[in-house]
């Protein structure tokens, strides 16, 4: 019996789908688990070989769960919506609508392919409307909700409004405006528009005003990325920052929630960082500074909020920045600075930013203004400057330059004033505490130790109501609205002015179909030239391609419900996803918002649990190993590798399907590009031997290597086996095939010990060897323990021994490899099912038991001790592991090596170390 295993595959693939292996039901008695993948977005170009890494790695623990008795829930399905996908019909000439349906079809035949056990049953797409209606429908629950502090959850807004009625906003501050402050009596005589503006700056999904890169040449807006030095990276058109109409989720209210989630989860502790300092919870002050600008008659005197984490430092605080898009820019600046503070704004209006953040060069524009010492009364200039963002914190901030490196480079470029009295005016903190310094202290702060400076400071902002203490954050709302056709509509209307949710009986709101989707006017959304659309005021923006994958997971709890987004017995039952696997890309967008949407769904009552993620795996990044050959200069001549050092080259990328280990495929380089069709080659050894480097796989670097092709050549098992033995899962490593045909042949030399070419079938149903049994069983407990732990690499490995010693002793009982079989079948699924039907089985492998370890086969019977003399190991010597000492000694003395470096001298000593080692002394 020959191993054929493309046919074995193909034959078991097709037989999981007409039985439905794989289908899950609801309803049962066993304990679930519940494994997920990040589900992937459908491109053209398919699947490389980097990409199934992660989906191998869940596919091995949902098989190993359900041989361990549990109901495994193991879906798959599309995140289709988006700005790729949209890209990609643009570049093609397209529909989206018929890219993504081609893409997801070519993503199907690949992972069939490679043989995962995905209930497909339970396949979503975001791009459906019988999905998207429900990621509708929970916009529509965030739109209609608010956080309450005081209760630290989310509730209706028509509670909010029912506090306004009786008591005002006294004790529920405004998160969207922190100023606005208003009685019950004053909420009762708003007008329903003033009042719906006011719920706007409560709701956990709100519409606001914020900046993006508009490209007028383009008729589009623009992601930073995209925006190069002031211009489209497209064309080279000039970029303008442009306040449009945004969507909004207020994420920063359940910023300590999220924080304290991360102690009730598994995730890795880089990655807790990454989310925890995404947040950047700070803990400082909010300071008031009074401006010193003429006001009108009976107005009040106008001020500027500043945050920091240094409320100590107030007394270094030698001039005031804002961000150019504040607010108060306009207001304050003086008619002689005016020119040049409009300038700079149209400046800095040309940068994004990612430019503004990252840009070294100082830039900036005095105001004329000035602000008011809260204590001093000291006069502070005001200047504006790109790198404060009006995002960030107030958008404004007190510059300290003797103790901020940024503010002291921006005080010597323009030549301001800095006082050196951070920390004079504290006991050991100067040896010579300035004059002045204690002076403008107003002494409350003599002979206070530094660390006690900040509370003392804050206590008196607080007496003298000019600050507050303030926890603050660096993460912002995320923006949740894209000026883009391919994405979920919001189910919004505008009546003057004024959001209005459709009902949730209309829903699903659906993307109109449509040829060309070209930007709509002043950077509103292509959507806005639909007019069947705008005649009925709908809302022109869709939603990020966040917006569903926040939620996927829920729905492949009850994919087919009709009724809701999924049945809560269905939550109840499947609850948190046990084990996620995904790449780090996604470490703070995705897994927060995703984080987010549970937890408002857990408040309002729809969900039994507040974290959707007990247990995330990410997974290191296969690179591809890219392949050079080396062009002599000026030349269509090609020199190998091994003589380069010789000749003047430039080395360039070469298709790796070209290349055969390390030697080119001549004719195959030559008909691969028209320029290289007369190429001449410098060959060493009559070859011609390439370079490589491990890169990102690309097909840029011409080093994507195709599935399909490894699994044709070697099959499915062959090809899942390599991915997990090329490393430990979270590590990156590089892409390289010479490996795998190890793994082929070990799973080639696990066929023969149940079957032979000549003989056939050669399992018996004799007893095994003890030696076969503690074989069997040390690879039992080795497996699961990895397995459970994810060591995959290290479990294959315990596997390729096992065979080698059952091969070695020739053993063919089934009562061994029965349970071998079981072992495998996470790993390498088609052969095990095979083999698992020759043995006489009529269900599937799966059904089996996980085989427990037995203890009396797992000890010892005998050990191998390294035998020295005079401290200098000469041989190895096996004795049985109960041996005592005494026999031991005896037979080491007798033994012809030992002897030999002896050189006839009597042991002055025999030390030996029970289980470890012997060593003679002489």
């Known amino acids: 019996m020959e191993y054929r295993f493309r046919a074995i595959e193909k034959k078991w693939q097709q037989q999981w789908r007409e039985k439905g292996t794989y289908r899950v039901s609801n309803d049962t008695e066993k304990p679930k688990c519940y494994v997920l993948d990040m589900f992937p977005y459908p491109s053209g170009a398919g699947l490389h070989v980097g990409h199934p890494l992660g989906y191998i790695a869940s596919d091995i623990y949902a098989r190993y769960k359900r041989l361990k008795g549990f109901h495994v829930l193991h879906p798959m399905g599309y995140d289709a919506f988006g700005l790729p996908a949209e890209l990609y019909a643009l570049d093609t000439g397209q529909h989206p609508a018929v890219t993504t349906e081609q893409n997801i079809r070519r993503y199907r035949e690949q992972l069939d392919n490679i043989g995962f056990c995905f209930d497909w049953s339970r396949e979503v797409r975001t791009s459906d409307p019988s999905f998207y209606k429900w990621t509708q429908w929970i916009f529509l629950q965030l739109f209609n909700s ?325 926890v603050n954050y660096k993460m912002r709302d995320a923006a949740f609205s894209r000026q883009r056709y391919w994405g979920e509509p919001f189910p919004i209307t505008w009546d003057n002015g004024v959001a209005v949710p459709l009902d949730e009986n209309a829903l699903p709101l659906e993307l109109p179909h449509v040829e060309k989707y070209r930007p709509g006017p002043e950077g509103e959304g292509p959507l806005a030239n639909v007019e069947s659309w705008t005649s009925r005021h709908l809302e022109t923006n869709t939603m990020p391609g966040y917006a569903g994958s926040s939620w996927y997971f829920l729905r492949y709890m009850d994919p087919h419900n009709d009724q809701a987004f999924a049945a809560r017995a269905a939550t109840d039952y499947w609850n948190q996803v046990d084990v996620y696997v995904g790449g780090t890309e996604h470490a703070v967008g995705h897994l927060l918002y995703s984080r987010l949407w549970t937890k408002v769904l857990y408040d309002l009552g729809y969900l039994g649990f507040d974290e959707p993620y007990k247990k995330l795996i990410n997974q290191g990044m296969i690179q591809g190993s890219s392949r050079l050959v080396y062009r002599v200069r000026d030349s269509n001549r090609f020199v190998s590798a091994g003589l380069k050092d010789g000749y003047l080259t ?141 060591s995959y690499n290290t479990a294959i490995s315990q596997l390729m021994i096992c065979v080698n010693e059952l091969t070695a002793l020739d053993s063919h009982s089934r009562a061994v490899l029965e349970p071998l079989l079981v072992l495998l079948t996470p790993y390498a699924p088609h052969i095990c099912e095979e083999l698992w039907q020759q043995l006489g089985h009529d269900t599937t492998v799966l059904d089996a038991a996980y085989p427990a370890a037995e203890e009396k086969y797992l000890a010892e019977s005998t050990v191998k001790y390294p035998v020295a003399i005079n401290g200098k190991t000469r041989t190895d010597m096996v004795f049985p592991a109960d041996a005592d000492a005494a026999a031991i000694e005896s037979e080491v003395l007798q033994h012809e090596v030992v002897r030999k470096w002896m050189d006839g001298k009597a042991p002055k000593k025999v030390i030996i170390v029970k289980g470890r080692m012997i060593n003679i002394v002489v």
């Open 650 to 790: 430039d080395p360039l990328h070469v298709d790796v399907n070209l290349v055969e280990g390390m030697e080119l495929n001549i004719e195959a380089f030559r008909q691969w590009r028209p320029e290289y069709r007369d190429a001449s080659f410098i060959l060493e050894d009559g070859r011609y031997l390439c370079g490589s480097e491990a890169e990102k796989m690309s097909k840029r670097y011409y080093n994507v290597v195709n599935p399909d092709d490894i699994v044709e050549k070697y099959g499915a098992d062959t090809f899942r086996m390599y991915e997990m033995f090329l490393g430990p899962i979270e590590q990156s490593k590089p892409w390289d095939s010479k490996g795998i045909e190890g793994v082929h042949r070990f799973l080639k030399k696990l066929w023969r010990l149940f079957a032979d070419e000549q003989k056939g079938w050669i399992v018996t149903a004799e007893p095994p060897s003890e030696d076969a049994l503690r074989i069997l069983h040390k690879t039992i407990r080795k497996v699961e323990e990895d397995t459970q732990r994810f």
């Open 146 to 470: 608010w956080f309450n502090r005081e209760r630290q959850q989310a509730e209706r807004i028509p509670a909010l409004v029912s506090l306004f009625e009786q008591e005002g906003n006294i004790r529920h501050e405004c998160p969207g405006d922190s100023s606005l402050m208003f009685s019950a009596a004053a909420w009762q005589g708003y007008d329903t528009q003033k009042q719906q503006e006011i719920l706007m700056h409560y709701r956990l999904a709100y519409c606001g005003y914020g900046e993006v890169n508009w490209c007028e040449a383009l008729g589009t807006v623009l992601a930073n990325d995209e925006v190069v030095n002031g211009v489209s990276e497209r064309g080279g058109f000039p970029v303008v920052r442009k306040q449009l109409r945004q969507w909004y989720l207020r994420i920063t209210e359940y910023a300590d929630r999220l924080l304290e989630g991360l102690t009730r989860v598994d995730y890795s502790e880089a990655m807790k960082d990454m989310q925890a300092n995404w947040i950047g919870r700070s803990e400082g002050a909010e300071i008031r500074f009074a401006l010193d600008v003429p006001s009108a008659a009976g107005a009040a005197q106008p001020y500027l909020d500043v945050y920091t984490t240094r409320p100590d430092t107030l007394f270094g605080v030698d001039f005031m920045v804002l961000a150019p898009e504040h607010d108060l820019v306009d207001t304050i600046t003086t008619r002689e600075q005016r020119p040049d503070v409009e300038a700079y704004v149209n400046y800095v209006k040309s940068r994004s930013e990612r430019e503004r953040q990252a840009e070294k060069q100082i830039s900036g524009c005095f105001t004329g203004a000035y602000a008011l010492h809260p204590f001093s009364g000291k006069k502070i200039p005001v200047w504006i400057s790109e790198y404060v963002l009006a995002g960030y914190g107030t958008g404004a901030i007190m510059a300290v330059p003797c103790g901020d490196e940024r503010d002291h480079r921006f005080a010597q470029h323009f030549d301001i004033p800095v006082t050196n009295i951070i920390g004079e005016a504290y006991t050991g903190e100067a040896a010579n505490p300035s004059k002045d310094a204690i002076l403008q202290n107003s002494g409350f702060l003599d002979g206070m130790r530094m660390r006690d400076a900040a509370a003392a400071v804050v206590r008196r902002l607080e007496d003298t109501g000019q600050g507050r203490r303030k």
